[in-house]
């Protein structure tokens, strides 16, 4: 089974492909300089060379704050880009994973969302990866669409990291954190194995795959500084404090009972992830 990753150079794409090659799963990783996934004929000509048997389409715009001034950008790559990498799978018949994100959602109270949770995206980054999900659920039969939340990963930047260096070159002694939004932080190198873990399989559906548990991002950076045995005080703040140019959903916690009815691996706990990353830092 040969297996085409996009983003191949992202925080996630990057641990996809590595945990590809350990399984000796025959695998490409492809980027932004081998193809423009927002122009159909070229993404077609290099997709259709490659003769994959599946697509795990991890390229996207990411930049949530930024998105809000840069609409058009964020919605050709992750929707009409999406579209493209969609209508190719079609045409060569092969399977296609989309990572996508909570943003989806809107503020769904304190209650676990399932996967068919009703959609109501707060931000142009939330709109444009749901437009994805839809371009997908159109144009492909054979598709898994894996929503995840709070990512971080040792290839890229992070929150962990941005923490972890705030806190540890001498320039802070408390950081401001906000306490009023809730979800599941999750280390790419155990999405990446589900991932994979998916793919080669024909269990076709909506996943929600995070590592267990939930917190604030306040509490969040409140362990990292405890694991890593750093003093830095963390304080709470509200996202109106924050005041982002875009809006995040309060309520992040996503339910994994497709993972259960499929007989997939929930993740680790966030803090045992936690813990491991730090170790590669």
């Avoid at 990963?153 to 954190?177: C, I, P, W």
């Avoid at 005041?243 to 680790?268: C, G, I, T």
Wanted: proline residues 3%; hydrophobic residues 35%.
């Amino acid at each position: 089974m040969q297996i085409l990753v996009t983003g191949a150079n992202g925080q996630l794409g990057y641990d996809v492909l590595r945990e590809l090659e350990t399984r000796h799963i025959p695998c490409k990783g492809v980027d932004m300089a081998d193809f423009d996934i927002c122009n159909f004929e070229q993404a077609r000509d290099f997709i259709a060379a490659c003769a994959p048997e599946g697509v795990i389409h991890c390229a996207a715009y990411t930049a949530v704050d930024k998105a809000e001034t840069e609409k058009e950008l964020c919605m050709d790559i992750n929707a009409k880009g999406t579209e493209n990498i969609a209508k190719i799978c079609r045409e060569l018949d092969c399977k296609l994973m989309y990572i996508s994100t909570d943003y989806v959602f809107g503020n769904n109270g304190t209650r676990m969302i399932q996967t068919d949770a009703p959609k109501a995206p707060l931000n142009v980054y939330g709109e444009s990866k749901l437009a994805g999900e839809t371009a997908v659920l159109e144009n492909v039969k054979k598709h898994f669409i894996v929503r995840t939340s709070w990512v971080f990963g040792e290839h890229g930047s992070n929150f962990v990291k941005t923490m972890y260096r705030m806190a540890s070159d001498g320039s802070h002694q408390e950081l401001n954190v906000v306490c009023d939004q809730v979800g599941s932080p999750t280390y790419t190198r155990d999405l990446a194995k589900s991932i994979c873990d998916m793919i080669v399989t024909e269990k076709y559906g909506i996943y929600h795959v995070t590592n267990e548990g939930y917190c604030s991002w306040a509490d969040f950076a409140r362990e990292i500084m405890h694991l890593a045995g750093l003093s830095v005080k963390v304080n709470d703040i509200t996202s109106e404090d924050y005041n982002a140019p875009a809006v995040r959903p309060k309520n992040s916690r996503l339910s994994k009972v497709s993972l259960d009815e499929n007989d997939f691996e929930r993740l680790p706990s966030w803090q045992n992830a936690l813990q491991r990353y730090l170790q590669t830092l």
